[in-house]
């Protein structure tokens, strides 16, 4: 969000902006690019490199990125999946066997709100530009 491309990197400024450095992985987007596409680029990629040992990674990882496909794509499921994404969310913070579904779940709870007028967009009908296309940066096997 432009009001805090001045804030320092450190635990407390973070913090006190309601927001975590969790690894440490800041990612600058280009003019244009599309958050929730390249959001669910990465939501992919979580799901499929988890160890696959407890129920919020099994399950919930994919089930989050196919919510948050079905919105990029602008189905008509949108506002639907949209409801199913944000009630997920609010249950798997904590339940994994490690804290990988705690980060992807942060990361697709941030994309909602700091790319909230593009999700809108998406849950009116219009599908992003960039669905269903590469990604733009390199996230492992497939990416896509």
Known sequence: MPDHLGLPVGHDAIRAAGATLGAGVLLALQAGARGPTLTLHLL???ARESARQCGPCRFRL???AG???EI???RAGAPAAYARLTGRLGVIDGRGACAHP?????LAASALHVFAEDVA???SGLPCRAAGGPSLFPVGRGAR
């Open 72 to 74: 990029v794509d602008g």
């Open 102 to 106: 705690d980060g992807a779940v942060r």
């Open 62 to 64: 994919p089930a989050i």
């Open 44 to 46: 992919r990629y979580l």
């Open 121 to 123: 967009l998406h849950l």
């Open 67 to 69: 919510y948050l496909a």
